[in-house]
């Protein structure tokens, strides 16, 4: 089974995602023991964002990680685990909202695919970037 940043290389569809894990400097980490659960925008979630916003925060190093791991919630929390939950503290020290009333949304971001295991944690596909307050 492959690690979280394995899983996200192979899927195709997280390319800027793990470009900006990269420029972070998180492979490492995300590479680790963990276990994580990570909320992955996909590329076309990335696309959502002005380009020009884009390339200002991959320029700001401390602004991108904090973006990042507020993507990342310590342990492995599966859908079946979300159900009872309103929110979650992420890596970042930020929390994000959970509402399953309609699907699964982490603060405003759909899942639109859950449940990727992964050897060190999970994969939750979301479908917009998480921005910390």
């Known amino acids: ?61 401390a602004k991108l990680t904090a973006i990042l791991t507020y993507h990342v919630v310590a342990g492995k929390v599966m859908a079946s685990d979300v159900m009872g939950l309103t929110s979650a503290k992420t890596v970042q020290g930020g929390e994000v909202k959970i509402d399953t009333a309609y699907g699964v949304m982490i603060n405003n971001a759909k899942v639109v695919k859950a449940d990727i295991e992964c050897s060190n944690g999970v994969i939750h596909v979301i479908d917009s970037v998480l921005m910390p307050k």
């Open 1 to 61: 089974m492959q690690n979280i940043v394995e899983t996200a290389v192979a899927a195709g569809s997280f390319k800027t995602l793990v470009t900006a894990v990269q420029v972070a400097g998180l492979v490492d980490t995300l590479s680790g023991a963990g276990p994580f659960t990570v909320f992955a925008p996909t590329d076309e979630a990335f696309a959502k964002i002005p380009k020009e916003t884009l390339d200002a925060v991959l320029a700001d190093k």
